[in-house]
């Protein structure tokens, strides 16, 4: 998963636009703290400053201050099993018969190998494993035959088979895409003469802006000094329809965003909220109190509380010190890992039926411990609510972590995953019902992790194709 | 503030001391993370590995590895105005007449320049500007004359006029000092063969050790093969009084301890908890949602909710990100990152009368901008209630950020605080209502940051006295 | 300037065959320290480790076993003003229809823009501002409607202009390649079943392999587990003609080269003893002793002093210390510089006519000082022979620092320029007496500093046909 | 070995002291380059900067500018088996009764276990295995009683047994102390009002400062406002008896100080010429030409070749390049090393007799190579000449590499050494001819290394006495 931003002053003016982009992705780091970076565009000379780590460790003020510029793309990634190494670090620049194009994308392109085939036959060297370096080749192809940038984007969409979100600049604009189905979320923003692209728009409060509209499915949103036009992926439709066709992830509003986003119109943390209330009605239960799996279960807990009218509390605290170079390499080691990542709050608990609310159970071993942990510490009972399906199907769109894994819930019945991880009841909350939380979504949702409906398609599928 | 951890197997076993000490640490960084470091006794021999970061930068397995030793002192720190530089990360190091000697400190000696002067004038050189190297060189000079080193430390606790927890690690032994008011906190834990020392007992909980008891005030714990002795600075009283003379930091239960940790008997949770509870009786409020100022006014919040019976909600959000790197030169930036430091969830506070209850309030700068940013979203009416009295007095014993600030509270009625942080109601809880609520505890507490009551003196009495 | 470095062993081992690269750039060094990298080939698999710094300090033992492989590129290169950043660091690693491909060169490509536009109008995108890209995308292109790499690499060097030595490795052979005139020289040895290419013969003694021959000028060796097979960008002429007509840089000779090569079957330290001889004859001298301007005067000071009959000596000796970091921001402090770099002899000099040998004369600026320095420490009289004519010309090619210099040999006669250094005298030998010098050379020169007459074209002659 | 280096403004200015310093160490550095570092006193604050590393790369252009100050001492030193890690860097900075000290010493201490003992027993304690700890403290008691800081340090240089040299800064004075016998050179300089102290005098030439004299043997020299005064060891003789009563360290002149320099008022370049020239009678050669070991035998070859009339010339050269961090692990890779240092100029060597000049044998073990080397190129016959006489002693003073080795001239015969090393003819200097080749040294010398003679007493002579 990646964060991705751009910006760019229609008045071609640089004041603070470097900045812009670094607030942009400092806001963004939920979706990727591993590498991060920022490219400007100064009057069609561009520069870059990337490199691995958190994004207020690759950037100080010198650094920002060098970076001059009317326009920028920024980028922050977490790790990948398919992009790896340095030259994966975004955002990516090349230079074309065009000029100059830095780009940031979030993606997975399903015909990655085929793609690559292709263009090799053509000619084309690639420098690295990136998703990056297929869409940049293409799209430099495309551009040949093709008046405009816009156009040689389109054509490079009905190429590519996968989901993405990207942000592009080019000498003179800055363009934002979003795949066919709006599988990524995308948004844009404004403040005074500048416009902003953003994954959420959460970045939008932070920088005081004006969140104006998420990205249609299969539009192609270009900025320059005369304003912003749009072109589209599908433009046989309307924008109305468009966008009910559209299919968000629905783990974004799982886990994904930061609780102060709208995506697609809706409240992050109010469809949280909800998904605990319906939970509530689902899978009530006889307990003294209702803790949240911290942190991501903390809005989802609120909400069942309050719809089963048990006092909401704190019994679990997160050690906001874990990282990713901790220590596990025994078992008890990774025992104590958990134990230092969770501590528990004994007094709250203690002689209590504690009702725990978490948003996903993937492979459940965290939730295995915790519970242990819970009733070590004197919680009579321990029941657990989950405000998602039971993950029975691999997402192969880059989301959760669910690929690869033995999910539990493909072979398990509820009640066997229950004494698997040793609950006293365990209750999920339905499809149905997750989707009716997301009320005032415009849109519909994939949800192929819970229902196993691949809609763009799966990476098995395109090889069988070939 | 510092956390210290200290780690002796008493079957002189090295395996997983290291280990232990690097979990430890790691367990109280929330008192300090600007640098840390781990001695290790490997039967007289002893090893350092110090730098300044976080724990889990300092620290790989590699280097765990080689840090081979039946007995282990580990320290990690916050940044000081007196101690500074590389010279100042500890553990301390040094080899005297009596062997190798390791000590981590968290001290404020209020007599430092006299003692320094003194032991110049013996012909003493110094090396740094920490309390570390006068402590060692007191001790070494009274163990000339003496027979152990508990003695050696008792003369030196009476040379030492301040507060401090230390612990220090002989060629054989494990010794814990807790300073004659308690006021640092200092606790005893067990598993196996193996004794600890540690500021907080949340590290016997992430290591699964057993919580035997806190040091008392003025107590010199020492531990080796033959087990635990115990030397008082005051042994002509008993115990139980000893304890209850004892003066223990208010702030550690107000904000700097963790919430599962206990202190000199109470659980940090629940006193909080309970001074929530006691605010919504001295200060009721008529409003909507009660939300805590994140992380540190959650659990006062809950109490304050329950108190009123009024929901709990979440309306702020903290951005788990920032960090020490921060870039605000201006006063825009610096309103930009508390934008960024904050999240606010609109849809849940948007039409509300929101209460917000923090721990405490110093400058009152946060809160002025956090209140602006709630009004800014759609709450109606924003209320605080702080679950501390005002700040009066500047901490000479280096615990809140106090000390050189023009604290509102010393000049400014409630009423003149309320109107320049924009509160529609404003409420202290009463020093009467805060002892209270830290019921259990088993000593007194000093708050001279709120009363004025300087239990140890302060450097300017001992400026006089020279 | 670089060094370049290729290793295979034919019977597909690995052993050893990483270090082989190491000691063979580490040998070449003198030709370039800014960065370093080798590449290896592990059954198809490519590997690489490059960094900007000195050989020694990028590579490590455990760095070294983690490359295996049974063959490698390697590179070593100086600062470059057209190619820059850690993009430009070599070998450079793509992949194409052919799969995997690293490259070493060492080019100066003069119709770069104008390929690299072509390229661009096809489609291609370029992400540095090397030459191998372009190299590399042209080669790839050819590959398509060629059977083999031997000849697409045919059309790729039929298609540059420009003077290049290449070290290409496939994932089943080794490549050489050397630029129709031969300017860059390129050698090939063996050692037991390892075959090696080298800038230089002297990393082969080095490595104890033996010296087989130098690449002819147009030469592409191709080398796999069937052994070494040529084929020729002309290959309607003789090899004997072919080496006749070559051009290897003069500068070779005079300057770049380690004195224990040997380059197109002359030895470096030969030829410049020989032109030490010949400048005895051309510009005798009165004088006590003749010393060297070190290191790169000494072996042409050595023929001087001989072909004079007067003793040679130590008189100025050089700071090995110093290094590219060097503090330099004033006048004051570039003398002081100078100072440091070079230590005077005193008592060796002190009332003497000192004859100094130097390898060539760009700017004076050094030799100025360094008169300076002789006279202040007593030498009666300082007389300059150089062992290369007057430099007149830019090189186009990459090798001396003349280009963009306010030559003085341009404008200035030779009694102007020995006013201007304030020598006693002032001697340059003849071009017709330095090309005498390299007997034995197979070959002719490029002489273009000194003639102007520039064999591979310039690029301002590029820009007109353009 | 170290560098020492200090300097002082006597009109109090600051303006390119720190950057005076490091030129100092810069030219130094042939005594040690594995760390350095630089102290400054800006009117009484003391600052410092000091790394690992070469002196180029520990100071940058900014660094120095942050220097500040009239004052400062400096030092560059090697590794040493006795002062280990990074609290051995130098200079040392403490605080005393009398202020800020800083201290640069080059010193083997033969009691410091007595004196580091019976420091403890008074109580002091110590962070470091290093001298400097122990000089500090010793002369922090001394002051205590004595009125100056020159009388403290003629105390404490009468408690400790051994050689040095010493720069010590105090708040208002910059100090340097050579030992008693004069073993360590120290040099004072002069350049406007700024004096300046080094270990050699080619420090001064660098800095265009004038080269005053040597420091006596036992002299403490101090510099202040008021000029410079001196205090001496022994002041019961005349300065001139000192100073012919002083034993300076013979390998200085052999193989230690730059070419360039004088230590006690002779020429090192020309000392090791008349070596070479005394050689040459002492030891004639029938042989074809004359090669150094590079370098540290150039000086006494060209002295060797001019005694005989043979011709000097080049055949072996030394690689810039070769620093510490090379991997050298099997045998193979030890040989490839000592090929990689060398390289051999076969065209200059076949088919002749070589003579090669060397300052010294110690274990052989290069030679050896070397000699095989020249073999494998041609030379017809190898004969070596060494231009000091057999080290039949370990160094127990800190000089050359001897101590703990297995020296072979104590066991073999000169002929039993030729054997080993594979020359054709050996002949060492006699310990007389070299002696006389110093001519113009105003003292004797320490020879202990060939002769045995421990002028300053050894360490197994100390234990014996306690």
């Given at each position: 998963?990646?964060?991705?931003?751009?910006?760019?002053?229609?008045k071609?003016?640089?004041?603070g636009?470097?900045?812009?982009?670094?607030?942009?992705?400092?806001?963004?780091?939920?979706?990727?703290?591993?590498?991060?970076?920022?490219a400007?565009?100064?009057?069609?000379?561009?520069?870059?400053?990337?490199?691995?780590?958190?994004?207020?460790?690759?950037?100080?003020?010198?650094?920002?201050?060098?970076?001059?510029?009317s326009?920028?793309?920024?980028?922050?990634?977490?790790?990948?099993?398919?992009?790896t190494?340095?030259?994966?670090?975004?955002?990516?620049?090349?230079?074309?018969?065009?000029?100059?194009?830095?780009?940031?994308?979030?993606?997975?392109?399903?015909?990655?190998?085929?793609?690559?085939?292709?263009?090799?036959?053509?000619?084309?060297?690639?420098?690295?494993?990136?998703?990056?370096?297929?869409?940049?080749?293409?799209?430099?192809?495309?551009?040949?035959?093709t008046?405009?940038?816009?156009?040689?984007?389109?054509?490079?969409?009905?190429?590519?088979?996968?989901?993405?979100?990207?942000?592009?600049?080019?000498?003179?604009?800055?363009?934002?895409?979003?795949?066919?189905?709006?599988?990524?979320?995308?948004?844009?923003?404004?403040?005074?003469?500048?416009?902003?692209?953003?994954?959420?728009?959460?970045?939008?409060?932070?920088?005081?802006?004006?969140?104006?509209?998420?990205?249609?499915?299969?539009?192609?949103?270009?900025?320059?000094?005369?304003?912003?036009?749009?072109?589209?992926?599908?433009?046989?439709?309307?924008?109305?329809?468009?966008?009910?066709?559209?299919?968000?992830?629905?783990?974004?509003?799982?886990?994904?965003?930061?609780?102060?986003?709208?995506?697609?119109?809706?409240?992050?943390?109010?469809?949280?909220?909800?998904?605990?209330?319906?939970?509530?009605?689902?899978?009530?239960?006889e307990?003294?109190?209702?803790?949240?799996?911290?942190?991501?279960?903390?809005?989802?807990?609120?909400?069942?509380?309050?719809?089963?009218?048990?006092?909401?509390?704190?019994?679990?605290?997160?050690?906001?010190?874990?990282?990713?170079?901790?220590?596990?390499?025994?078992?008890?080691?990774?025992?104590?890992?958990?134990?230092?990542?969770?501590?528990?709050?004994?007094?709250?608990?203690?002689?209590?039926?504690?009702?725990?609310?978490?948003?996903?159970?993937?492979?459940?071993?965290?939730?295995?411990?915790?519970?242990?942990?819970?009733?070590?510490?004197?919680?009579?009972?321990?029941?657990?609510?989950?405000?998602?399906p039971?993950?029975?199907?691999?997402?192969?769109?880059?989301?959760?972590?669910?690929?690869?894994?033995?999910?539990?819930?493909?072979?398990?019945?509820?009640?066997?995953?229950?004494?698997?991880?040793?609950?006293?009841?365990?209750?999920?909350?339905?499809?149905?019902?997750?989707?009716?939380?997301?009320?005032?979504?415009?849109?519909?949702?994939?949800?192929?992790?819970?229902?196993?409906?691949?809609?763009?398609?799966?990476?098995?599928?395109?090889?069988?194709t070939?």
């Amino acid at each position: 998963m990646s964060g991705l931003f751009g910006v760019i002053n229609t008045k071609n003016e640089s004041e603070g636009v470097a900045q812009t982009a670094y607030y942009g992705i400092f806001s963004l780091q939920h979706r990727g703290q591993e590498s991060a970076g920022i490219a400007i565009n100064n009057s069609g000379t561009f520069m870059v400053h990337k490199n691995s780590g958190m994004v207020a460790d690759i950037f100080d003020e010198v650094t920002l201050n060098t970076l001059k510029g009317s326009c920028a793309v920024a980028h922050t990634r977490g790790g990948s099993d398919r992009e790896t190494g340095t030259d994966a670090i975004q955002p990516t620049l090349i230079k074309s018969r065009v000029g100059n194009i830095a780009m940031s994308s979030d993606s997975v392109i399903l015909n990655d190998h085929e793609l690559r085939e292709n263009l090799k036959n053509l000619g084309a060297i690639f420098q690295s494993n990136t998703d990056s370096e297929i869409i940049l080749s293409l799209f430099s192809r495309n551009r040949i035959a093709t008046d405009d940038c816009e156009h040689a984007l389109l054509e490079t969409m009905k190429e590519i088979r996968g989901v993405y979100a990207i942000i592009l600049m080019t000498e003179n604009k800055l363009i934002g895409i979003r795949d066919p189905w709006g599988m990524r979320p995308l948004s844009l923003g404004k403040k005074g003469d500048t416009y902003m692209l953003s994954s959420e728009n959460c970045a939008f409060d932070a920088l005081d802006a004006e969140y104006i509209r998420d990205l249609e499915p299969g539009e192609i949103v270009s900025i320059d000094k005369n304003g912003v036009t749009s072109l589209y992926y599908d433009d046989s439709v309307s924008s109305e329809e468009r966008i009910r066709n559209g299919k968000v992830c629905i783990f974004e509003y799982v886990y994904v965003a930061r609780p102060d986003s709208f995506i697609d119109c809706t409240s992050i943390y109010d469809s949280r909220y909800r998904t605990g209330m319906a939970l509530a009605k689902e899978h009530p239960c006889e307990c003294d109190i209702v803790i949240g799996a911290p942190d991501s279960g903390n809005a989802a807990a609120l909400g069942f509380a309050d719809g089963l009218g048990v006092p909401y509390g704190s019994g679990l605290l997160k050690n906001r010190y874990v990282g990713r170079t901790f220590i596990k390499s025994t078992q008890e080691q990774r025992e104590l890992a958990v134990k230092l990542k969770f501590a528990v709050l004994k007094t709250a608990i203690a002689g209590k039926r504690v009702a725990i609310v978490d948003d996903s159970l993937v492979r459940g071993t965290t939730t295995k411990h915790i519970i242990r942990f819970l009733k070590e510490n004197g919680a009579k009972e321990v029941h657990v609510r989950l405000a998602s399906p039971e993950v029975k199907y691999p997402c192969c769109y880059g989301v959760n972590a669910s690929k690869g894994v033995d999910l539990p819930a493909r072979t398990k019945t509820v009640e066997e995953i229950r004494d698997m991880i040793g609950a006293d009841s365990l209750g999920y909350i339905s499809l149905e019902s997750l989707r009716e939380s997301l009320k005032g979504i415009h849109c519909g949702c994939c949800s192929a992790c819970f229902d196993g409906n691949y809609i763009a398609g799966t990476e098995e599928a395109e090889s069988k194709t070939e």
